[in-house]
């Protein structure tokens, strides 16, 4: 079969690769040297990151890592919730529970349901969800997609509301993703899964799903149709992870070439085991050491995306990873369909989880811990409210005001979350955190404003934000 041709040449990537072994100490220097400036790196530059071995050098990457993710996202750790509607799915992915060949009891949500999933994710104290949803058009169709968005944000609670919903459902059509536009979603958000296409095909047995040029070019008809907030990512464990960081930031540099914005955020899935698939299946698998070099290294090549990691990961490797330039992460998540009113009722949850998660801690105590090691959660959804999308929230992130809103933003909603959510502790916590972060918003009308918002929602006021 004639491959179509796209943005993604397997050869030429190889080719980088081998390449990239000749990079010099004075070249690696030189690169590292514009990564600390805050200037990003292009695909040859991150090549000859990832394929260096020496220790120094790595030391270096951690250090800028770290040293970017600080200045540019300070303490913040946005939080979120995945919410699975439904696991009905024609595809056949060779890693993925949800294979149309794996046989188990399938479900869809109907509105009442996503309306008791919902209740108990805003009884967590979320305001931001990551709607996911395995792909069948005949019973999942986008309309049914639109209805639960639109259950979502009608739903109104004594202490708030689910305020974002960004969407994770397989690639589809202009007409359809202007539907998602039109009804508002946040971030829309599709895992190339691997960008090496030998092996996409290979992993991707049958299905629509199966067509690598379709799934590669979603987000430029995301763009097409309105949606400039797209979040890409690969799922870390199917082919070369060197080959997947640079596939995913060539596909980067083209929509920043086409659209003037790349990916608003980046995920970093790792392959976990799942009902009907074996890992031993799969001879990529990442190491915790190679992923944490290439989730450094990401952070240096593209110091303002924001990184997503989820509870695929252990609590170890997440706060391991947070100093590298993680920026967001789910917490009490269930990744089955009806998997938080199961859980409350005690009823025995992961019949069919997409895949096992390693974090299954309440979402209090991950808060909570969050809070011990320094950082302030932020439950912040303004951006998309304010109209600060694509290029708009990427100028303000590069010119340095994000300190007068990210975090402005995240302290008022963590006062939120504490008086509504938190116990006794978690109050005193988050109070001398608000305490030690507020001399950090520089400009002085935006902080007094600030402690008068923490004062009002002290007072019964909430949502409020810049
Ligand atoms: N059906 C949509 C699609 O095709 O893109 C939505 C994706 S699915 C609900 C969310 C993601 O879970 C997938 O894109 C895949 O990367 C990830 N996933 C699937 N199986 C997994 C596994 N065994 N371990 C870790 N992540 C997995």
Redesign the pocket.
């Known amino acids: 079969m004639q491959e179509e041709k796209t943005f993604i040449d397997k050869d030429y990537i190889e080719n980088v690769l081998f390449e990239a072994k000749n990079a010099t100490d004075t070249e690696i220097n030189a690169y590292l040297n514009k990564a600390e400036r805050f200037e990003g790196l292009n695909h040859n530059e991150i090549a000859a990151l990832l394929v260096n071995e020496d220790p120094k050098h790595l030391e270096r990457v951690n250090q800028i890592a770290l040293k970017i993710k600080e200045r540019v996202y300070g303490n913040r750790i946005v939080m979120f919730a995945p919410l699975?509607v439904s696991d009905y799915?024609v595809?056949r992915?060779t890693?993925?529970?949800?294979n149309c060949k794996h046989e188990f009891e399938r479900k869809k949500l109907t509105q009442e349901e996503v309306r008791e999933e919902v209740r108990i994710l805003e009884s967590m104290g979320h305001k931001r969800l990551a709607m996911?949803?395995?792909?069948n058009d005949a019973i999942c169709s986008i309309d049914y997609i639109v209805d639960c968005i639109k259950t979502i944000y009608g739903m109104k609670f004594e202490n708030g509301e689910i305020r974002r919903v960004n969407v994770?459902?397989?690639?589809t059509t202009v007409e359809n993703y202007r539907k998602l536009k039109e009804v508002g979603i946040g971030t829309y958000i599709?895992?190339q899964?691997t960008y090496h296409q030998p092996t996409y095909e290979k992993v991707h047995i049958a299905g629509p799903?199966k067509n690598f040029a379709y799934?590669l070019t979603a987000f430029d008809r995301a763009q097409e149709s309105g949606i400039d907030d797209v979040g890409g990512?690969?799922?870390f464990?199917l082919a070369d992870p060197y080959f997947e960081v640079l596939g995913l930031m060539i596909h980067n540099e083209h929509l920043e070439e086409k659209f003037g914005v790349g990916f608003h955020t980046i995920s970093v899935?790792?392959?976990?085991?799942?009902e009907g698939?074996n890992m031993a299946d799969f001879p990529h698998l990442v190491d915790d050491e190679t992923f944490a070099k290439i989730v450094a290294i990401i952070r240096l090549a593209t110091p303002f995306t924001g990184m997503i990691l989820?509870t695929?990961e252990s609590h170890s490797m997440r706060q391991r990873l947070l100093r590298l330039g993680i920026s967001q992460i789910s917490a009490g998540s269930s990744?089955e369909v009806g998997g938080y009113t199961k859980r409350q009722q005690n009823v025995e949850v992961n019949v069919n989880p997409?895949?096992f998660v390693n974090d299954d801690r309440p979402a209090l105590s991950i808060i909570s811990e969050l809070m011990d090691d320094g950082y302030v959660p932020s439950f912040c959804t303004a951006c998309y409210r304010k109209g600060r999308t694509g290029d708009r929230f990427m100028s303000l992130a590069k010119s340095g005001q994000i300190k007068n809103v990210c975090l402005p933003n995240a302290l008022t909603t963590l006062a939120e979350y504490a008086i509504d959510y938190g116990d006794t502790a978690f109050k005193q916590k988050a109070d001398a955190a608000i305490a030690c972060e507020i001399p950090s918003v520089s400009n002085e009308k935006i902080r007094a404003l600030t402690l008068a918002n923490i004062e009002k929602i002290r007072q019964g006021g909430r949502d409020f934000y810049i």
């Open positions: 699975y799915c595809n992915c890693y993925c529970s949800y996911e949803a395995g792909e994770n459902i397989a690639a599709l895992f899964e799903k799934h990512g690969v799922l464990g899935p790792r392959l976990c085991p799942a698939m989820s695929r990744t997409q895949f």
